[in-house]
């Protein structure tokens, strides 16, 4: 039996709506517990190829930031554990800090993921989530300094998403000892743990040291394929089942 949960990272929009939702609809068949939709966004920067491609595809087709509701709407219907919403900091600074989050709490959303929000200069994003009661969380990466962990450690955030290695998203990743030390260390009750996970064998190393394994370059890669999006998906998800 699996002890640690799924997190399925898909970019809304990508590479079509229609395949998009039947991807979502796809990760709830599959028994994927817990669903993030990325806001596509034109300089993405801890985004790998893959997905840098799949976000600049849905801006061109003409996704629009509003459109997002139309994909958080299909997840909340399918019965998630959690859904969660990942975007960039130019785009919560736009629509405005505690307007974005009110929103976001008012469909349901879980939590959010900012990759490149500075923990130094945030806009009281992280104490206006906990005000609202939606969940907020900071983005943890190897080799931080124990100065970078204790200002984590102040969003107070009982959330974190933990990258596995330094740089982007896409290449596969090797969870070492050492990766799962940086995880311990953390010492916050929710690891969502990520970057370059593709397989069960990635997943289950992750047991007991992160609370859910995210997948989301591998997915993406499946959509990508031009094959039926639905059992595409399907199957990438259940090889790391």
């Not at 554990?81 to 960039?88: F, I, L, S």
Request: glycine share 8%; net charge negative.
């Amino acid at each position: 039996m699996r002890n640690i949960k799924i997190m399925a990272h898909l970019v809304a929009g990508y590479p079509d709506e229609a395949s998009c939702i039947q991807a979502i609809h796809a990760l709830a068949d599959a028994g994927v517990e817990i669903a993030e939709l990325q806001i596509p966004f034109s300089d993405p920067t801890a985004d790998g190829e893959v997905i840098t491609r799949a976000s600049q595809k849905a801006l061109d087709a003409g996704f629009r930031v509003r459109d997002i509701w139309r994909y958080i709407d299909t997840a909340k219907s399918l019965g998630f554990e959690e859904v969660h919403v990942m975007t960039y900091g130019n785009i919560v600074y736009r629509w405005g800090v505690r307007s974005f989050l009110e929103e976001m709490h008012s469909r349901g959303i879980t939590g959010v993921i900012v990759p490149d929000l500075p923990l130094e200069d945030d806009d009281r994003f992280y104490a206006a989530a906990r005000e609202i009661g939606i969940g907020a969380l900071p983005v943890a990466v190897p080799n931080m300094t124990p100065q970078r962990k204790a200002l984590l450690k102040s969003t107070a955030s009982e959330m974190v998403y933990a990258a596995l290695r330094q740089g982007v998203t896409g290449r596969s990743t090797d969870i070492t000892g050492e990766s799962r030390e940086f995880l311990r260390s953390l010492d916050i009750p929710k690891i969502y743990a990520g970057f370059g996970i593709s397989s069960r064998e990635q997943v289950l190393s992750l047991e007991q040291f992160a609370y859910a394994a995210v997948i989301g370059s591998h997915i993406t890669r499946a959509l990508g394929s031009g094959r039926n999006a639905y059992e595409s998906v399907r199957n990438a998800v259940e090889r790391c089942l």
